[in-house]
Structure formats: structure tokens, C-alpha cells
């Protein structure tokens, strides 16, 4: 008899010890099909071995070692797992009717492929396990922690998930009609194009999780938590959501206002950091304002150049600390703001339409088809649209996304970028690499790299191209040296060494921006005041060959930051201030002209 016969013979005596004491040191242990039904097995160390085809029906395995144990096509019926230690167990393929897994550990395990009827998995850990492509009937998963666990492809029937802890598990495409999701915890789970239909979640919690495409017809939501959950082309008929809670979430436009019940007043608008546009009459900034408790909120508004300034602003329905990054370009009708959103489904890009008036005409979402490495670039396109310039997935790659004023996304350009670095503008889709070269991305058409000047980016840089539509022409560029002295600015074409020149060497610079602006190019940059050295104050430099010179600054009033308003109409910068408030400044070669300050 082998030692397999024989450890098989010691379980189906009964002698759980005289097994136990045999396969010590035996290493891996393979046995197909063994009868080993109806046995009391409690406490049997039957870690690793491989039992494929195993007939376990009717046997008592409580406390039993399961790790790593191959039970693949295993007759499970009315067997007994209680406590069991089961991590990485293998059940592929297992036939398992009226078992019990309570409070078993099957972390790990692959339960994929397999029919479970009538099981309870009470109070079992089932972490990272994974259950694809299984069938479940009646079976009852209550107060369970399946953290991370893939459900995929899976259908169930009548089951239960009640009081249960599923954090980031993958529900994809799985069918839970008229199941009980009660009172369960399943933030950033994964339910995209799962079926939910008539399914009760009372008391369940979804925040932050991805529903998108979910059928939730006739589900019961009372108390549900879907805080900033993606319920976007979810099936809601019949499903009464003003009993849920959707604070922040992304839902379908007639249940906006639901999701956004809670935004405060957040009074004047204080223009921080805000992203600027010009159509030529009208002024628009988006940006990140706080309210009283500190959370973040988008908001957008919009003035004439010549009026007293930006005044109402509302609030957009995005959650502003997930904001990844955004945008804002001119229209024909008004302004187009983009913000792209970190969500449970991945990046969401948000266009919303604003009037003349500021006031929010439309809202449209897409997705982002990968994850930016840096903050993307968002830059006005043709006929009111969008381009996203961004550098992600594998390569990386350099790409060129448009969103239309529909919505829409299309790809308009694509390269593979190995060495990208980021871009060196806010304003301008210019490449900088870890060698030290600089392009400028047009789609459609073929580059030439220029050499960067040997302190460039410096603490603070930024490149304009000579003809934005042209990328053989070259750029010019404009930094603070390592040293935080002075401003430097340099031409630099293909196949030509740059020379730079360096302004106000001996003062210390602290924020520059560079744009084309009006009829040619221009930088801002904070530099300390002619009359008060200790006060930064707002500089502007015609380039590459105008003098710096300093813009007026209110009273007792320090620059804290300053941004170019790119446009083809007329040079305009904007200079934010310590205590909050902002002034548009229009730019002329003796300095500038105050246009407003709020």
C-alpha cells in the first residue's frame, strides 16, 4: 500500500491523529477522487494536498487545515466547514449544496466555476477570495468580510449579504435580483453592469462606489448611502432614490439636484489659483474655493472685461478635493469649464456649459480611457471643444483627447513617449523630456525637439511656442534659475544653440507664468516692489525681447500669484493677492491697466 493509500485509510478509520502524525514531512500528497464521505475529519491537517474529484458529502470537517488544498470538482453536499482554516483553497468546478463555512477562513481561495445551493458562509472571511463565474442559490452571506473578493460573471438567486463587510469587492456583471444587501459596507465596490433589480439595500453603504450601467429597477434604497458613487446609464425605474442618501454622487440630470442639496453658500468668490479665459468682452475663472469646514467646492464665473468683476459664482456638482485637474476656454455662446474627477469607475471628464451670465446651461460626462501619470493639460479646440493632453498607460504614451460640445470624446492623437517628464505650460502642449529636450505636440503633425538651456525648468518655467500650429519653429522660454534669482529667457529653434539672457539678477523671484496673449507672447512673475523691497509685487515682461516692468499694486496688498489669460484679442494677466483678492490687469508694453479687482 502507498503512502496516499494509506493516509486515505487513516481518515476514512476515523484516526485523525494517526494521519495527522503519518503525513508529517510527507511533502505534497495527491489523491484523485477518494471517497471520503461521511467522516468525521475535525481537525485534520489536510493542508496542501491535492484531492481533485473528492467525494466530501456528508463529512464533518469542522476546524479542519485547509490551506492551499485542492479540492477542485469536489462533491461538497451537506458537508460541515466550520472554522475551518481554508486560505487558498481550491473549489473550481465543486458541486456544494447545504454546506456550512461558518466562520471559516477562506481568504484567497478560488470558489470560481462552481454551484453553491443553500450554503451559509456566516461570519467566514472570504478576503481576496475569488468566486468568478460561480452560481449561488440561497445561499446567505451575513456579516462576512469578502474585502477585495471578485464575484465576476457570477448569478445568484435568492441570496443574502446582509451585515457584511465587501470594501472594493467586484460585483461586475453579476445578477442579484431580489437579493438582500442590507446593512452591508461596500465602499468602492465594483457593481458596473450588475443586475440589482428588485434587490433590498436598505441600510447599505455605497460610497464611492462604481454602479455605473447598474439595473436597480424596483430595488429598495431606503437609508441607502450612495455618497459619491457613479450611478451614471444606471436602470433606476421604480427605484425611489429621495430616500438615499447621494451626496456628491454621479447621477442621471433630473437627480442632480438630490445629489447636491447639501452645497453651502459659499458667499464672494475668492479667485485663488483660479484658471482664467477671455473670449475678448468677457472674463471666466474656474477654481477651488473652502467652506467653513474646510471641504473643497468647485466654482466657475463669468464678467465683462469692463464691468466690477466677477460676483456670483456657482458651485459645479463635483467633489473638489477629487479633482484631478481643469480647464476653461471660450465659446461661441459663452464658456466651457472641463474638471476631470477621480472616481470609483476611474478618471470622469465633466464639461459644463456656462452663458455670458455665469450661469450653468449644461453639464456633460465622459470617461477618461487611462490613468494620467501628471496633471493633464486641458486646452480650448475647435467649434467649443475641449483637448485633453495627457501622459499615461503603457509606454507611456503621449495622447490627444477631444471633447465635443456634446460630450463626445474622440482620440486625435497618439505617440508612444518614454522619456516625458511632464509639460513645461499650463497654456501650451509642450513636451519636456528627462533628456533635456522640449517639443511641441501638434496632432497630425511631426516635431523637432530643441535642446533645454542647462537651468531649465529651473524653480518656475514656462514655453511659448513662435507659431502654436507649427512645431518646427521653435519656443521661447522663460524661468527662474535655481538660484530663485532673476528671470531668464532664451529663443530656442531646431538645430541652433539658445542664448540666454537674465533679468533682475540680484532679486528673488517667486511665481512666473508665460502665455501667448493678444497679438504676440508675454510672462508675469512676482518680484519684490521697486519702492519696498519686502513686498513681492506683480511684473510683466513682453517676450522675448520687451523690458520687465512692474504692474501697479493696492495699497499694503502682497502678489501672491499670478497667471497670463491666454487669448487672440488682448494681452491679460490676472495677480492674486495675500488677503484673497484678485485684479485683472490688460497689458501694455509701460506695464499694465487695471480692469477690475474683486
Not at 136 to 163: L, M, N, P
Not at 192 to 215: I, T, V
Not at 383 to 398: L, N, R, T
Amino acid at each position: 500500500m502507498s503512502v496516499t493509500e494509506e493516509l486515505i485509510a487513516l481518515l476514512q478509520a476515523g484516526d485523525i491523529d494517526g494521519f495527522n502524525e503519518k503525513r508529517r514531512g510527507k511533502g505534497r500528497i495527491e489523491a484523485f477522487a477518494p471517497d471520503l464521505s461521511g467522516l468525521q475529519l475535525v481537525g485534520a491537517d489536510l493542508s496542501g494536498m491535492v484531492l481533485e474529484k473528492a467525494d466530501l458529502s456528508g463529512s464533518n470537517l469542522t476546524d479542519t487545515i485547509l490551506a492551499r488544498t485542492d479540492l477542485s470538482g469536489a462533491d461538497l453536499s451537506q458537508t460541515n466547514l466550520t472554522g475551518a482554516m481554508a486560505i487558498q483553497l481550491k473549489l473550481r468546478d465543486a458541486w456544494v449544496e447545504d454546506t456550512i463555512f461558518d466562520e471559516a477562513d477562506l481568504s484567497q481561495s478560488d470558489l470560481s466555476d462552481a454551484e453553491f445551493h443553500r450554503c451559509s458562509f456566516k461570519e467566514t472571511i472570504l478576503t481576496k477570495a475569488r468566486l468568478k463565474r460561480s452560481n449561488f442559490v440561497e445561499c446567505r452571506f451575513d456579516s462576512v468580510d469578502a474585502a477585495e473578493a471578485r464575484f465576476s460573471g457570477s448569478t445568484t438567486e435568492k441570496c443574502r449579504f446582509v451585515q457584511g463587510h465587501f470594501r472594493e469587492t467586484s460585483f461586475k456583471g453579476v445578477a442579484l435580483p431580489g437579493a438582500d444587501l442590507t446593512g452591508s459596507d461596500f465602499t468602492q465596490a465594483k457593481f458596473r453592469e450588475a443586475d440589482l433589480s428588485g434587490a433590498n439595500l436598505s441600510a447599505a453603504q455605497f460610497p464611492h462606489a462604481d454602479l455605473k450601467g447598474a439595473k436597480l429597477d424596483g430595488a429598495t434604497v431606503e437609508d441607502t448611502d450612495f455618497r459619491r458613487a457613479d450611478l451614471t446609464e444606471a436602470s433606476l425605474e421604480g427605484a425611489d432614490l429621495e430616500e438615499s442618501i447621494l451626496t456628491e454622487a454621479e447621477v442621471p440630470a433630473q437627480l442632480q439636484p438630490l445629489a447636491w442639496i447639501h452645497a453651502p453658500d459659499l458667499g464672494p468668490p475668492l479667485l485663488q489659483d483660479a484658471r482664467w479665459a477671455s473670449n475678448g468682452t468677457h472674463l471666466a475663472a474656474v477654481w477651488t474655493d473652502t467652506d467653513a469646514d474646510s471641504r473643497a467646492w468647485m466654482r466657475a464665473g463669468v464678467a465683462p472685461i469692463d464691468s466690477q468683476g466677477i460676483v456670483e459664482a456657482p458651485i459645479l456638482p463635483v467633489p473638489g478635493d477629487l479633482v484631478l485637474a481643469s480647464g476653461i476656454t471660450a465659446t461661441d455662446e459663452g464658456f466651457s469649464v472641463m474638471v476631470l474627477v477621480e472616481r470609483a469607475s476611474g478618471p470622469a471628464t465633466w464639461v459644463f456649459r456656462l452663458n455670458v451670465e455665469g450661469r450653468l446651461v449644461r453639464a456633460l460626462r465622459s470617461d477618461l480611457p487611462y490613468r494620467p501619470m501628471v496633471r493633464p493639460l486641458l486646452l480650448p479646440g475647435k467649434d467649443g471643444a475641449i483637448d485633453i493632453y495627457g501622459i499615461g498607460g503603457q509606454g507611456p504614451v503621449i495622447s490627444v483627447l477631444q471633447v465635443d460640445v456634446e460630450g463626445e470624446m474622440s482620440n486625435r492623437h497618439s505617440a508612444v513617449a518614454r522619456t516625458a517628464r511632464g509639460f513645461a505650460s499650463d497654456h501650451h502642449p509642450v513636451l519636456l523630456t528627462k533628456g533635456g529636450t522640449l517639443e511641441l505636440i501638434v496632432p497630425g503633425k511631426g516635431g523637432r525637439a530643441v535642446s533645454c538651456p542647462g537651468e531649465f525648468p529651473g524653480q518656475g518655467c514656462g514655453a511659448v511656442p513662435i507659431d502654436p500650429n507649427d512645431p518646427t519653429r521653435g519656443l521661447v522660454l522663460t524661468w527662474i534659475p535655481s538660484s530663485g534669482r532673476g528671470v531668464s529667457v532664451a529663443t530656442c529653434v531646431p538645430g541652433t544653440p539658445p542664448m540666454p539672457q537674465t533679468f533682475l539678477r540680484k532679486l528673488s523671484i517667486g511665481r512666473i507664468d508665460a502665455s501667448i496673449c493678444g497679438a504676440g507672447a508675454w510672462a508675469v512673475f512676482t518680484c519684490p516692489d521697486v519702492d519696498n523691497p519686502r513686498k513681492m509685487a506683480a511684473w510683466s515682461l513682453s517676450l522675448p525681447d520687451g523690458k520687465p516692468t512692474q504692474l501697479s499694486s493696492p495699497a499694503g496688498r502682497v502678489a501672491r500669484s499670478v497667471q497670463m489669460v491666454p487669448n487672440t484679442f488682448t494681452p491679460i494677466a490676472v495677480v492674486t493677492w495675500d488677503d484673497g483678492s484678485a485684479t485683472v490687469f490688460r497689458l501694455t508694453a509701460k506695464g499694465g491697466n487695471v480692469a477690475w479687482t474683486v
